[in-house]
C-alpha cells in the first residue's frame, strides 16, 4: 500500500451549462488545446479542431475509447453538447431492448437502463483524465419547479437539461462526478420607471457562477469566487496546461533530472517535442485517411446514417458486415441488405459494433 500526501495535479472535470446562445463554446475552445466531439453541430463557426459528429451512441463511445489511447497532441476534450448526447444514449437504450421510447419500460426501469450506460461513459472519460486530458462538457440549462422536503412551497430554479422527467437520474451522476459545475447566465436588473411605475428589465451582463444556490446548481474544487465575469481567464488559473497522465507519471525514474523525465515523455508520446518557431505544427487527430474509405461500397445502398458512420470510421465494407452477419446466424447468406429488418440494425448491429469489428480484424488478421 502506498500512501500519497499533498495535492495532486491532474487533468479537470469541467461541466459548463447556461442558457442558450451564451457562448458555452466558445468559452470551452479556450481550454489548453482543445478537440470538440460536436453532438449537435455548434462549432462550425469556430476554428477548432473536431471529430465528425456521432450519429450513435456507439460511435460517441469508440471516439472516447480513440482518445484514451491518443499518444499526446490534444489537451481537452470537449463534449459539446452532454444533453444532445443523453439523447444518443436514450435511443440506443430503446434499439437495445426494442421499444418506442424511454416510458415504454414502465416503472422507471429505462430510466436506470440510461443511468447505468452513463456511469459506464463517465468511466471512460476517467480514463481520459488518468491519460492527461482535460473534460469539459456543455450543456443546455433548464428551469423546473423546485421543493424542498423541509420547506413549505416550491420555486423555480436553474439545471441541467438532462432527462425531462422526474425519474431521470443523469443530472445528479455528471453533477457528483465533476470537479467543477459551472452555471453561465445574464444578470438583469429590474427597475420600476417613475411614470408608469412598471418594471423591466435591463442590463444583461454576462456571468457565471462556481457556487451553489437555490436558484442554479454550481460547485467547484478549487475556492473560485460565487459569481465571474463569463470569461475564461477566470478560472485558467486552476486548469493546469502541463498534465501528465497518471500511469506515466507512476512510471517515471523520479530521481532523474527534468530533461531526462522531458525525453521520456517526448519519446513516449505523452508531450509534443516543442517545434522550431518558423514552422507550423497542427497535434494530429485520429482519423482513417481517404483513400481508405472511398472503396467502401456503400453509398448505393440503403444502409441507415448512423451505421453506415460507423463502417467509414472503422473501413468495414458491407461485404465483411454481412458476413459477420450469416456466420451468427441472424439472417441466411444471400439475403439482401435492404431486406434486413431496421429494428435488428439499431438493437442489435449497432450495439454490437465493437464486437463485430473485432471478429473482422480477427478473420482478417489484422
Known amino acids: 500500500m502506498k500512501i500519497i500526501t499533498g495535492k495532486r495535479k491532474r487533468a479537470q472535470k469541467v461541466v459548463l451549462y447556461g442558457t442558450e446562445g451564451i457562448g458555452k463554446t466558445t468559452f470551452a475552445s479556450q481550454f489548453p488545446n482543445p478537440v470538440f466531439i460536436d453532438t449537435e453541430g455548434s462549432t462550425d ?8 459528429k456521432p450519429t450513435s451512441w456507439t460511435m460517441l463511445i469508440a471516439y472516447i475509447k480513440e482518445f484514451i489511447n491518443m499518444p499526446g497532441g490534444y489537451q481537452t476534450l470537449v463534449i459539446d453538447t452532454i444533453d444532445w448526447a443523453e439523447q444518443l444514449c436514450v435511443e440506443h437504450i430503446c434499439a437495445k431492448h426494442h421499444k418506442q421510447g ?8 429505462g430510466y436506470v437502463y440510461v443511468r447505468e450506460e452513463m456511469g459506464r461513459f463517465l468511466n471512460l472519460l ?53 470537479d467543477m459545475v459551472l452555471f453561465a447566465n445574464y444578470k438583469n436588473e429590474i427597475i420600476t420607471t417613475s411614470d408608469t411605475k412598471k418594471k423591466k428589465a435591463t442590463g444583461g451582463k454576462r456571468v ?20 465571474m465575469p463569463f470569461d475564461y481567464t477566470q478560472i485558467a488559473h486552476v486548469i493546469p496546461t502541463d498534465v501528465i497522465g497518471e500511469t506515466l507519471i507512476n512510471e517515471l525514474p523520479q530521481n532523474q533530472s527534468e530533461e531526462v523525465k522531458t525525453a521520456v515523455l517526448e519519446e513516449t508520446g505523452v508531450i509534443t517535442p516543442m517545434a522550431p518557431q518558423n514552422e507550423h505544427t497542427e497535434p494530429p487527430i485520429n ?13 448505393e ?3 441507415p446514417k448512423p451505421l453506415k458512420d460507423l463502417m467509414v470510421k472503422d473501413s468495414i465494407t458491407l461485404d465483411q458486415l454481412q458476413n459477420v452477419i450469416v456466420e451468427r446466424g441472424k ?8 431486406n434486413y429488418d431496421p429494428a435488428f440494425i439499431q438493437g ?14 480477427a478473420k482478417e488478421g489484422k
Do not use: C
Open 287 to 299: 482519423k482513417k485517411e481517404e483513400s481508405q474509405t472511398e472503396d467502401i461500397p456503400i453509398v
Open 126 to 178: 476517467d480514463e481520459v483524465i488518468a491519460a492527461g486530458m482535460h473534460v469539459v462538457m456543455t450543456a443546455h440549462a433548464q428551469i423546473r419547479k423546485f421543493e424542498q422536503p423541509d420547506e413549505l412551497g416550491a420555486y423555480d430554479r436553474f439545471e441541467l437539461k438532462l432527462g425531462k422527467k422526474t425519474g431521470s437520474q443523469t443530472s445528479p451522476l455528471i453533477k457528483e462526478w465533476a
Open 45 to 52: 463557426h469556430l476554428d477548432v479542431a473536431r471529430t465528425d
Open 102 to 109: 424511454i416510458e415504454d419500460f414502465g416503472y422507471g426501469t
Open 208 to 227: 457565471m457562477y462556481a457556487s451553489h444556490s437555490p436558484a442554479w446548481d454550481a460547485k467547484n474544487r478549487h475556492g473560485l469566487p460565487d459569481m
Open 331 to 338: 439472417y441466411p447468406a444471400g439475403t439482401p441488405f435492404e
Open 301 to 303: 445502398t440503403k444502409i
Open 348 to 361: 442489435w448491429v449497432i450495439p454490437n459494433w465493437e464486437h463485430i469489428v473485432k471478429f473482422v480484424q
